[in-house]
């Protein structure tokens, strides 16, 4: 079956025409809106030839946009010799083929769009297989029974009709079947990155993610911080692989930072499972960076929506969120009177630092935080691990430094492991045949070695 036809399309389109609609009694959106929509289409390869923002008050089933709307919207691809139409909103399969129908050019929605740039910017075979799969994910939700289906039944109508497998039965196996190929291919790849994760670990260095909305500037502080020279461009979505450096704080000591993908409003939830190695890389470090935009005039909506991706994550792998450590970037970029304000306000807060990825302003006191907020957490325990918790004790081995280990008179085995609190209590919660409290027989403070 076809199942990328907006990807055979895309290298013809030249022109497109963007509409935002904003449905029900909703305000209609505004700048910060049509611009982001706008370096979407931008992000895509493909001309803008017009950008509105309309009211929708009674999304029509069949076409969304009433039919002045559409008579408007037809102008407008016309004078600008648009052969495609993005709109930013969720279409139902039914709408977008009845718009194209109607307006004679290809027809995309928010995720439509957002799937063809994740298309557009996978370089990594990890990147492909997952864009691949996310892609399958959409198709397969949008299979319905339409008149082509119906069409293309086998046997003709009636209760003569073959073998009973509609086109559409037939379709969804098809597409089934390789999800599921897909779906073990990035099982390989989760379990190679929980791998590196655990080496990394091993080898003592903590690992801080970088994580946020799309164009806050994580690999621009990426490169800031490690001297790396990875992709940063005023565009979304310009990284889509998670690179990892170790950097080494004033004090010596290592940590391994990671650079990771980027999120966005009405993140299609196909490229969030699908991504899900990926983004694990966020959720699984010891310490989060969220860096934000803070010159952005929707900032808090953009944290909000990323809150909203950390918490699906969290509900999904079952695993809490590491501590947070809030990064405002682009300070550089706000008027004097609302950065002294920011600033203020950041002083105040233990766990809000600001920065200009740009200037390097900031950049060492967020050294010192990243620093403090990790170093100080872990601790070494001393733990009486019976034989029968041969499970607890491969589970430290793999996730924690282990310090030292010893068998003592009764065949129990007395190890020594760093730990943050953070892995303590995931130990925990791995292990609930086992009191913690029970068999930690002492704790300290201790420093990371480098
Ligand atoms: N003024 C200003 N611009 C910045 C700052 N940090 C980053 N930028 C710019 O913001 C744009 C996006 O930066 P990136 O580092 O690519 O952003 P990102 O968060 O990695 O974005 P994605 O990978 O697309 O999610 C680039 O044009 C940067 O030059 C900053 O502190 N001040
Ligand atoms: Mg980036």
Redesign the pocket.
């Known amino acids: 079956m076809k199942n990328t036809d907006m990807i055979e399309m895309t290298p013809e389109v030249q022109t497109a025409g963007v509409v935002i609609p904003s449905l029900f009694e909703r305000p209609i959106f505004g700048p910060a809106r049509i611009e982001e929509t706008e370096g979407l289409v931008e992000a895509l390869g493909v001309k803008l030839g017009f950008s509105d923002a309309i009211r929708v008050r009674k999304p029509n089933a069949s076409k969304l946009f009433g039919a002045g709307q559409l008579d408007i919207i037809a102008d407008k691809l016309e004078d600008n010799e648009a052969s495609l139409l993005i709109v930013d909103s969720v279409l139902s399969p039914i709408q977008q083929r009845n718009l194209e129908k109607h307006l004679n050019v290809k027809v995309m929605d928010r995720t439509g769009l957002i799937l063809e740039i994740f298309g557009v910017r996978a370089r990594s075979a990890e990147g492909r297989l997952q864009v691949e799969m996310a892609r399958q994910l959409y198709e397969r939700s949008r299979l319905v029974r339409t008149w082509t289906h119906l069409e293309r039944q086998r046997g003709g109508t009636g209760f003569l009709a073959g073998p009973g497998e509609s086109q559409l039965e037939a379709d969804r196996r098809m597409l089934d079947l390789r999800i599921a190929k897909l779906k073990s291919d990035l099982e390989a790849v989760r379990r190679t990155r929980r791998l590196q994760r655990a080496g990394r670990k091993r080898r003592g260095a903590p690992i801080v993610a970088?994580a946020?909305?799309?164009?806050?500037?994580?690999?621009?502080?990426?490169?800031r911080l490690t001297n790396a020279t990875v992709?940063?461009?005023?565009?979304?979505?310009?990284?889509?692989d998670p690179t990892a450096r170790d950097v080494e704080l004033s004090s010596g000591k290592k940590i391994s930072l990671i650079?990771t993908?980027?999120?966005i409003t009405d993140l299609p939830t196909h490229l969030i499972e699908s991504f899900r190695a990926t983004i694990e890389e966020a959720i699984e470090a010891d310490l989060l960076l969220h860096?934000r935009?803070i010159?952005h005039p929707e900032t808090d909506r953009q944290a909000w929506d990323v809150e909203d991706v950390l918490r699906q994550l969290e509900k999904e792998t079952e695993t809490e969120r590491p501590p947070v450590l809030e990064v405002w970037?682009?300070?550089?970029?706000l008027s004097e009177d609302v950065r002294g304000v920011m600033e203020a306000t950041a002083q105040n807060r233990d766990d809000v630092v600001m920065?200009?990825?740009?200037?390097g302003q900031g950049v060492d006191t967020l050294l010192a935080v990243i620093q403090e907020k990790i170093f100080s957490t872990s601790r070494e325990f001393e733990m009486k691990l019976e034989p029968r918790m041969g499970k607890a004790r491969a589970w430290l081995h793999t996730h924690c430094e282990i310090v030292s280990e010893n068998v003592d008179e009764s065949g129990n085995i007395i190890l020594v492991a760093q730990m943050s609190a953070r892995e303590l209590s995931h130990f925990a919660h791995e292990h609930e045949d086992i009191n913690v409290d029970e068999i930690i027989l002492s704790s300290r403070n201790i420093d990371f070695e480098s």
């Open positions: 970088l946020g909305y799309t164009n806050a500037g994580k690999s621009t502080l990426f490169n992709f940063a461009a005023d565009m979304p979505f310009a990284t889509l650079d993908v980027g999120f860096v935009d010159s970037n682009k300070a550089d970029a920065t200009s990825a740009t200037s």
